[in-house]
């Protein structure tokens, strides 16, 4: 309805604001030597929406955010209208040192054979790939093309939807740098993820993430 409306660009604006705010506020109870990732969702009508980029440029700068502390989540529907407009938009967006994930894949209409053209830093494979994991005989071979495959391309890897320590097993045992799901923690308030941080929670890593000592929300367990 938001996006129907008009309204997704300032609630998507409203939304990166307030996530900058309250990653600065998480991040100053890790230690000095940890990072605290912030991944926003982004709609692929607020991303083609005119001055997308100098909105993120100014919620960098007036919530003093570290742009390589930000991700942006987006799904495939973003280059199905205008890939060539999107692909801009996009570039201009990592010129600021914003790093982009592609939301849900494996669902969408590009595959393994398109992911190289798109500008993105990271996949996020969709849980129902890593659900396959129990339930289909052919369940890690797929994850493990498509983990292979993203490596190639010198992506990182998320899996998403992780509800048990098998598949967490699974997972680390094909690769896959980070993961979330419902096995590290569900969806909480600010104050809860605060208090998280300050027992201690914020120093566990579940999965080593690679190139640096970098953690994500996703990746909070409750101690």
């Known amino acids: 309805m938001a996006e129907q409306d008009g309204l997704i660009i300032q609630l998507g604006a409203w939304v990166l604001e307030h996530a900058c705010q309250a990653r600065d506020a998480l991040q100053k109870q890790l230690r000095p030597d940890?990072?605290?990732?912030l991944f926003v969702n982004v709609s692929a009508h607020q991303l083609m929406g005119v001055g997308f980029g100098d909105t993120v440029s100014r919620v960098l700068h007036e919530t003093s955010t570290d742009p390589?502390?930000?991700?942006?989540?987006?799904?495939?529907?973003?280059?199905?209208?205008?890939v060539s407009r999107a692909g801009l938009?996009?570039?201009?967006?990592?010129?600021?040192?914003i790093r982009l994930?592609?939301?849900d894949f494996g669902t969408g209409f590009s595959g393994l054979s398109h992911?190289?053209?798109?500008?993105?830093?990271?996949?996020?494979?969709?849980?129902?790939?890593?659900?396959?994991?129990?339930?289909?005989?052919?369940?890690?071979?797929?994850?493990?093309?498509m983990t292979d495959f993203a490596h190639a391309l010198q992506l990182g890897v998320i899996a998403e939807g992780v509800e048990t320590n098998a598949q967490h097993e699974k997972i680390?045992?094909?690769?896959?740098?980070?993961?979330?799901?419902?096995?590290?923690a569900h969806p909480m308030s600010r104050r809860r993820l605060s208090a998280l941080l300050a027992a201690g929670a914020g120093d566990l890593h579940l999965i080593p993430p690679r190139g640096g000592d970098r953690q994500t929300v996703d990746q909070v367990a409750p101690a």
């Open 89 to 97: 938009v996009l570039e201009s967006i990592k010129r600021l040192g």
């Open 172 to 184: 680390t045992a094909l690769g896959c740098e980070q993961a979330q799901g419902f096995l590290y």
């Open 101 to 103: 994930a592609l939301d």
């Open 68 to 82: 390589t502390s930000l991700v942006l989540e987006l799904t495939e529907s973003v280059f199905i209208d205008d």
């Open 34 to 37: 940890r990072h605290l990732d």
């Open 115 to 145: 992911l190289r053209n798109l500008p993105v830093d990271i996949v996020k494979i969709d849980q129902t790939f890593v659900h396959a994991l129990d339930r289909e005989p052919d369940g890690t071979a797929i994850m493990t093309a």
